[in-house]
């Protein structure tokens, strides 16, 4: 099982993450789980911002939170996560993609759709990894859900867009099953 926020793409990953090209057995069975992986460290919420924002947990406590008590009190951390950041910051985007892998990972395939289509079919102010990111995950909730047609074109979309995305070999509904 991969924990965190983010996978990363392979020229700048920390020397102590690795991705394995090919999913074992296991992992498969972890659905959602694959982009799950968290920058080293954690993300510090500026304390000038509104009380919400001086007592928002770090990125990586609310990906835990959701891995282990679901998607209620990470939800709520998420949320403060982004709204103590504005949209020029990487980390507002991040918690958006994050909080839409949390409703995934628990089954809210509504939720997460309606969440990572906002990044996803966004054109500006995204970062690249977490665009690409959203655009695999929202084509694996439209697989959840039976769209298969509707994830194969955001698979295609995110190989014309990134051609040389290290989640290619993600792009794919059989990857969940």
């Known amino acids: 099982m991969l924990l965190g926020g983010c996978l990363l793409p392979l020229r700048t990953l920390p020397k102590a993450v690795q991705i394995q090209p090919q999913m074992r057995a296991e992992q498969r069975q972890h659905r959602f789980q694959d982009t799950l992986r968290i920058l080293a460290g954690t993300m510090p919420v500026p304390a000038h911002k509104e009380t919400v924002a001086r007592e928002a947990p770090s990125l990586d406590t609310a990906v835990t939170w959701c ?100 989640y290619r070999a993600l792009a794919d509904c059989r990857i969940l099953r």
């Open 67 to 166: 891995l282990q008590s679901g998607p209620s009190r990470a939800s709520s951390a998420l949320v403060a996560i982004v709204e103590s950041h504005s949209e020029r910051d990487s980390i507002y985007w991040e918690a958006l993609f994050q909080l839409g892998e949390c409703w995934a990972l628990n089954g809210d395939y509504n939720r997460a759709s309606l969440l990572l289509g906002e990044i996803a079919y966004r054109t500006d102010g995204v970062p690249p990894d977490v665009h690409q990111r959203a655009l695999v995950r929202l084509g694996h909730v439209f697989c959840m859900r039976g769209q298969r047609q509707t994830a194969e074109q955001l698979f295609e979309r995110l190989r014309r867009l990134y051609p040389t995305t290290p």
